[in-house]
Protein backbone atom coordinates (compact mmCIF):
# COMPACT_ATOMS: atom_id res chain seq x y z
CA UNK A 1 0.00 0.00 0.00
CA UNK A 2 3.10 2.25 0.87
CA UNK A 3 4.66 1.63 -2.57
CA UNK A 4 0.73 2.35 -4.53
CA UNK A 5 0.91 5.70 -2.35
CA UNK A 6 4.53 6.51 -2.69
CA UNK A 7 4.08 6.29 -6.84
CA UNK A 8 0.90 7.75 -6.77
CA UNK A 9 2.59 11.22 -5.29
CA UNK A 10 5.79 10.73 -7.44
CA UNK A 11 3.03 10.46 -10.24
CA UNK A 12 1.08 13.72 -8.73
CA UNK A 13 4.47 15.66 -8.74
CA UNK A 14 5.09 15.03 -12.30
CA UNK A 15 1.84 16.20 -13.32
CA UNK A 16 2.34 19.06 -11.56
CA UNK A 17 5.58 19.56 -12.76
CA UNK A 18 4.33 18.88 -16.41
CA UNK A 19 1.85 21.63 -15.75
CA UNK A 20 3.87 24.34 -14.37
CA UNK A 21 6.20 23.45 -17.29
CA UNK A 22 3.97 24.57 -20.25
CA UNK A 23 3.88 28.18 -20.95
CA UNK A 24 0.42 29.82 -20.84
CA UNK A 25 -1.72 30.03 -24.08
CA UNK A 26 -0.92 32.65 -25.86
CA UNK A 27 -2.33 36.25 -26.14
CA UNK A 28 -2.90 36.74 -29.89
CA UNK A 29 -1.02 35.43 -33.06
CA UNK A 30 2.02 37.15 -33.88
CA UNK A 31 1.11 36.07 -37.95
CA UNK A 32 -2.01 38.39 -37.79
CA UNK A 33 0.56 40.96 -36.92
CA UNK A 34 -1.60 43.26 -34.34
CA UNK A 35 -0.01 46.89 -33.12
CA UNK A 36 2.11 46.48 -30.88
CA UNK A 37 2.95 49.33 -28.02
CA UNK A 38 6.84 49.52 -27.35
CA UNK A 39 8.80 51.21 -24.79
CA UNK A 40 12.23 52.93 -26.12
CA UNK A 41 14.79 53.81 -23.82
CA UNK A 42 18.30 54.13 -22.95
CA UNK A 43 20.92 57.08 -24.10
CA UNK A 44 22.11 57.74 -27.17
CA UNK A 45 24.93 55.33 -27.57
CA UNK A 46 22.43 52.31 -26.49
CA UNK A 47 18.91 52.66 -27.22
CA UNK A 48 16.67 49.98 -27.12
CA UNK A 49 13.21 49.02 -28.22
CA UNK A 50 11.23 46.33 -25.96
CA UNK A 51 7.36 45.19 -26.58
CA UNK A 52 5.45 46.23 -23.58
CA UNK A 53 1.49 45.70 -25.14
CA UNK A 54 -0.77 44.47 -28.21
CA UNK A 55 -3.90 46.38 -29.56
CA UNK A 56 -6.27 43.81 -30.13
CA UNK A 57 -9.73 44.52 -31.41
CA UNK A 58 -9.22 47.97 -30.19
CA UNK A 59 -7.99 47.03 -26.48
CA UNK A 60 -4.89 47.14 -25.08
CA UNK A 61 -3.66 43.63 -23.98
CA UNK A 62 -0.45 42.31 -22.17
CA UNK A 63 1.70 40.30 -24.83
CA UNK A 64 1.64 36.43 -23.60
CA UNK A 65 3.01 34.16 -26.15
CA UNK A 66 5.82 30.60 -25.76
CA UNK A 67 9.22 30.99 -26.94
CA UNK A 68 8.20 29.92 -30.40
CA UNK A 69 5.86 33.22 -31.15
CA UNK A 70 8.24 35.61 -28.96
CA UNK A 71 10.93 34.80 -31.65
CA UNK A 72 8.43 34.99 -34.07
CA UNK A 73 7.47 38.43 -33.02
CA UNK A 74 11.35 39.35 -33.50
CA UNK A 75 11.83 38.37 -36.80
CA UNK A 76 8.24 39.89 -37.32
CA UNK A 77 8.55 43.41 -36.35
CA UNK A 78 12.63 43.45 -35.45
CA UNK A 79 13.71 43.13 -39.33
CA UNK A 80 16.62 45.82 -39.00
CA UNK A 81 15.37 48.94 -41.32
CA UNK A 82 11.94 48.58 -39.56
CA UNK A 83 10.89 52.18 -38.84
CA UNK A 84 9.04 53.40 -35.89
CA UNK A 85 6.85 56.34 -34.74
CA UNK A 86 8.09 57.67 -31.34
CA UNK A 87 5.61 59.97 -29.28
CA UNK A 88 6.25 62.17 -26.08
CA UNK A 89 3.42 63.74 -23.92
CA UNK A 90 0.75 62.17 -26.72
CA UNK A 91 2.70 63.97 -29.55
CA UNK A 92 4.33 62.66 -32.76
CA UNK A 93 8.28 63.28 -31.54
CA UNK A 94 10.32 61.77 -34.36
CA UNK A 95 11.57 57.82 -35.33
CA UNK A 96 13.62 54.73 -34.44
CA UNK A 97 15.08 52.44 -36.91
CA UNK A 98 16.06 49.02 -35.81
CA UNK A 99 19.98 48.26 -36.52
CA UNK A 100 20.04 44.94 -34.69
CA UNK A 101 17.33 42.35 -33.67
CA UNK A 102 17.11 40.47 -31.10
CA UNK A 103 18.31 36.90 -32.11
CA UNK A 104 20.20 37.43 -35.37
CA UNK A 105 20.56 34.28 -37.33
CA UNK A 106 24.72 32.48 -36.32
CA UNK A 107 25.04 35.30 -33.79
CA UNK A 108 24.43 35.49 -29.95
CA UNK A 109 21.42 36.98 -28.50
CA UNK A 110 21.30 40.85 -28.14
CA UNK A 111 20.67 39.89 -24.03
CA UNK A 112 20.73 37.16 -21.89
CA UNK A 113 19.63 36.32 -18.26
CA UNK A 114 21.11 34.23 -15.64
CA UNK A 115 18.77 31.49 -14.89
CA UNK A 116 16.59 32.77 -17.44
CA UNK A 117 15.12 29.82 -20.10
CA UNK A 118 13.47 32.87 -22.33
CA UNK A 119 13.81 36.38 -22.27
CA UNK A 120 11.45 39.28 -23.43
CA UNK A 121 12.87 40.16 -27.01
CA UNK A 122 14.21 43.85 -27.87
CA UNK A 123 15.52 45.66 -30.63
CA UNK A 124 18.71 47.76 -30.93
CA UNK A 125 17.38 51.23 -32.42
CA UNK A 126 18.73 54.40 -33.92
CA UNK A 127 16.55 57.22 -32.48
CA UNK A 128 15.96 60.45 -34.86
CA UNK A 129 14.43 63.28 -32.50
CA UNK A 130 14.43 66.67 -32.10
CA UNK A 131 13.24 66.70 -28.03
CA UNK A 132 15.80 67.38 -26.11
CA UNK A 133 17.38 64.63 -24.59
CA UNK A 134 18.11 63.81 -21.15
CA UNK A 135 21.26 61.36 -19.77
CA UNK A 136 18.91 58.60 -20.21
CA UNK A 137 15.34 59.02 -21.48
CA UNK A 138 12.40 56.93 -22.45
CA UNK A 139 9.63 57.18 -25.34
CA UNK A 140 6.66 55.60 -26.00
CA UNK A 141 6.04 53.94 -30.09
CA UNK A 142 4.00 51.93 -31.98
CA UNK A 143 3.97 49.79 -34.77
CA UNK A 144 1.11 51.70 -36.82
CA UNK A 145 1.15 55.87 -36.91
CA UNK A 146 -1.51 57.85 -34.80
CA UNK A 147 -2.81 61.15 -35.98
CA UNK A 148 -1.41 64.39 -34.22
CA UNK A 149 -3.94 65.27 -31.44
CA UNK A 150 -5.64 68.81 -31.86
CA UNK A 151 -5.11 71.66 -30.21
CA UNK A 152 -5.16 71.86 -26.09
CA UNK A 153 -6.77 74.46 -23.63
CA UNK A 154 -3.55 75.76 -21.94
CA UNK A 155 -3.04 75.12 -18.42
CA UNK A 156 -4.16 76.96 -15.68
CA UNK A 157 -1.66 79.55 -14.65
CA UNK A 158 -1.82 78.81 -11.19
CA UNK A 159 -0.89 75.39 -12.30
CA UNK A 160 1.33 74.42 -8.62
CA UNK A 161 -1.06 76.23 -6.56
CA UNK A 162 -4.61 74.25 -8.18
CA UNK A 163 -2.38 70.67 -8.39
CA UNK A 164 -1.63 71.52 -4.62
CA UNK A 165 -5.30 71.57 -3.75
CA UNK A 166 -5.74 68.47 -5.59
CA UNK A 167 -3.11 66.55 -3.79
CA UNK A 168 -4.59 68.12 0.07
CA UNK A 169 -8.27 66.65 -1.05
CA UNK A 170 -6.92 63.47 -2.06
CA UNK A 171 -4.60 63.68 1.80
CA UNK A 172 -7.62 64.86 3.25
CA UNK A 173 -10.16 62.14 2.62
CA UNK A 174 -7.17 59.84 4.39
CA UNK A 175 -7.25 62.18 7.19
CA UNK A 176 -3.82 63.75 6.20
CA UNK A 177 -2.94 67.28 6.03
CA UNK A 178 -1.00 70.09 4.24
CA UNK A 179 1.92 68.71 6.22
CA UNK A 180 2.30 65.62 4.71
CA UNK A 181 3.34 67.79 1.57
CA UNK A 182 7.15 67.89 1.26
CA UNK A 183 7.73 70.72 -0.88
CA UNK A 184 11.24 69.27 -2.16
CA UNK A 185 9.34 66.14 -3.39
CA UNK A 186 6.11 67.43 -4.46
CA UNK A 187 5.92 67.86 -8.27
CA UNK A 188 2.79 69.61 -10.85
CA UNK A 189 2.64 69.41 -14.37
CA UNK A 190 0.00 69.34 -17.14
CA UNK A 191 -1.17 66.75 -19.54
CA UNK A 192 -3.21 67.64 -22.48
CA UNK A 193 -5.11 64.00 -22.95
CA UNK A 194 -7.63 65.19 -25.25
CA UNK A 195 -7.62 67.68 -28.12
CA UNK A 196 -9.42 70.70 -27.55
CA UNK A 197 -10.31 70.09 -23.95
CA UNK A 198 -9.29 71.60 -20.35
CA UNK A 199 -5.69 69.06 -19.89
CA UNK A 200 -5.30 66.68 -17.08
CA UNK A 201 -3.12 68.48 -14.09
CA UNK A 202 -1.07 65.50 -12.09
CA UNK A 203 0.23 66.26 -8.48
CA UNK A 204 3.34 63.85 -7.61
CA UNK A 205 5.05 63.35 -4.52
CA UNK A 206 7.77 60.53 -4.40
CA UNK A 207 10.43 60.83 -1.43
CA UNK A 208 14.17 60.47 -2.37
CA UNK A 209 14.81 59.86 0.78
CA UNK A 210 12.11 57.24 1.59
CA UNK A 211 14.14 54.18 3.41
CA UNK A 212 16.69 56.51 4.57
CA UNK A 213 17.27 54.74 7.78
CA UNK A 214 17.69 51.09 5.61
CA UNK A 215 16.49 49.36 3.04
CA UNK A 216 13.12 50.34 2.70
CA UNK A 217 12.96 51.50 6.48
CA UNK A 218 11.48 54.56 7.42
CA UNK A 219 7.94 56.62 6.62
CA UNK A 220 7.22 57.97 4.18
CA UNK A 221 4.15 59.69 2.45
CA UNK A 222 3.40 58.86 -1.50
CA UNK A 223 0.89 60.34 -3.95
CA UNK A 224 -0.16 60.45 -7.57
CA UNK A 225 -3.24 62.47 -7.61
CA UNK A 226 -5.01 63.76 -11.17
CA UNK A 227 -7.19 66.01 -11.47
CA UNK A 228 -9.81 66.60 -14.67
CA UNK A 229 -12.44 69.72 -15.10
CA UNK A 230 -14.73 67.70 -17.57
CA UNK A 231 -17.92 70.12 -16.75
CA UNK A 232 -16.59 73.21 -16.22
CA UNK A 233 -17.13 73.93 -12.74
CA UNK A 234 -13.43 73.22 -11.55
CA UNK A 235 -10.65 70.72 -11.25
CA UNK A 236 -11.40 67.86 -8.98
CA UNK A 237 -9.62 64.63 -7.93
CA UNK A 238 -10.01 61.60 -10.66
CA UNK A 239 -7.37 59.66 -9.94
CA UNK A 240 -5.97 58.90 -6.51
CA UNK A 241 -3.06 56.80 -5.60
CA UNK A 242 -1.67 57.38 -2.17
CA UNK A 243 -0.07 55.79 0.76
CA UNK A 244 1.74 56.36 3.91
CA UNK A 245 3.68 54.17 6.55
CA UNK A 246 6.90 52.53 6.27
CA UNK A 247 8.59 52.78 3.04
CA UNK A 248 8.93 49.04 2.45
CA UNK A 249 5.36 48.42 2.54
CA UNK A 250 4.44 51.60 0.28
CA UNK A 251 3.31 51.35 -3.78
CA UNK A 252 4.87 53.77 -5.49
CA UNK A 253 3.74 54.59 -8.89
CA UNK A 254 4.94 57.32 -11.22
CA UNK A 255 4.03 58.54 -14.69
CA UNK A 256 5.70 57.03 -17.46
CA UNK A 257 3.93 59.25 -20.33
CA UNK A 258 0.49 59.26 -22.23
CA UNK A 259 -0.84 58.54 -25.95
CA UNK A 260 -3.68 57.17 -27.43
CA UNK A 261 -3.78 53.76 -28.34
CA UNK A 262 -7.37 52.59 -28.96
CA UNK A 263 -7.99 55.50 -31.30
CA UNK A 264 -11.08 57.08 -29.41
CA UNK A 265 -9.80 60.45 -29.17
CA UNK A 266 -8.43 60.06 -25.71
CA UNK A 267 -5.27 59.20 -24.12
CA UNK A 268 -4.51 56.11 -22.31
CA UNK A 269 -1.78 57.12 -18.98
CA UNK A 270 1.00 54.46 -18.59
CA UNK A 271 2.06 54.45 -15.38
CA UNK A 272 5.83 52.33 -13.04
CA UNK A 273 4.33 50.87 -9.81
CA UNK A 274 7.06 49.24 -7.55
CA UNK A 275 7.60 48.25 -4.08
CA UNK A 276 10.48 47.73 -2.44
CA UNK A 277 12.30 44.58 -3.43
CA UNK A 278 9.39 44.09 -5.55
CA UNK A 279 8.86 43.70 -9.45
CA UNK A 280 7.92 46.88 -11.48
CA UNK A 281 4.54 46.68 -13.13
CA UNK A 282 3.47 48.44 -15.69
CA UNK A 283 0.00 50.34 -15.05
CA UNK A 284 -2.45 51.97 -17.91
CA UNK A 285 -5.34 53.98 -17.03
CA UNK A 286 -8.28 55.10 -19.30
CA UNK A 287 -10.59 57.92 -18.53
CA UNK A 288 -14.09 57.03 -18.59
CA UNK A 289 -16.91 59.34 -16.65
CA UNK A 290 -14.59 61.85 -15.42
CA UNK A 291 -12.45 59.70 -13.88
CA UNK A 292 -9.22 57.31 -14.69
CA UNK A 293 -9.37 53.47 -13.97
CA UNK A 294 -6.75 51.14 -14.06
CA UNK A 295 -7.67 49.14 -17.39
CA UNK A 296 -4.34 46.94 -17.27
CA UNK A 297 -1.51 45.75 -14.97
CA UNK A 298 1.46 43.55 -15.82
CA UNK A 299 4.49 42.79 -14.91
CA UNK A 300 7.97 44.27 -16.20
CA UNK A 301 9.73 40.71 -16.07
CA UNK A 302 12.77 40.57 -18.86
CA UNK A 303 12.78 37.07 -17.49
CA UNK A 304 9.45 35.32 -19.36
CA UNK A 305 10.71 31.55 -18.20
CA UNK A 306 12.90 30.55 -15.16
CA UNK A 307 15.20 27.83 -16.43
CA UNK A 308 14.28 24.70 -14.50
CA UNK A 309 15.94 24.03 -10.90
CA UNK A 310 17.72 20.87 -10.15
Same mark, same amino acid.
Given at each position: ?? $???? =?????????????????? %????????? %?? =????????????RLVPI????????? %?????? !???? *??? $?????????????????????????????? /??? #?? &???? /?? @? +??????????????? %????????? !????? +????????????? =????? +?????????? #?? =?? !?????????????????????????????????????????????????????????????????? !??????? #?????????????????????????????? #??? &??? *?? $?????????????? @?????KKK
Amino acid at each position: ML $SILA =LAAGCDKAKKESADDRPP %PPSFDVATK %PP =LVFQVFGTTDSTRLVPIAAIIDGAVK %PIILPE !SDWR *RLD $STYFQPGSQYPVYRDGQPAGTVTVTRRMWE /PDS #EP &LYDL /PG @C +REVRPMAAVALKTSV %PLDPAFEFL !SLSVA +RPSMAAAVSAPKD =LAATA +RTLALAALKA #EQ =LD !STDIDTASFSARAMHVSGGSKPTLVASQVDANAGDTGPGAGHTTHFLVFGDDIDGKGYQVSYRHLE !SGEARAV #EFQRMLDHLDLTGDGTDEVFLESWRYAGTN #ELV &LLA *RA $SGKWHEMLRVPQNW @CVREKKKK
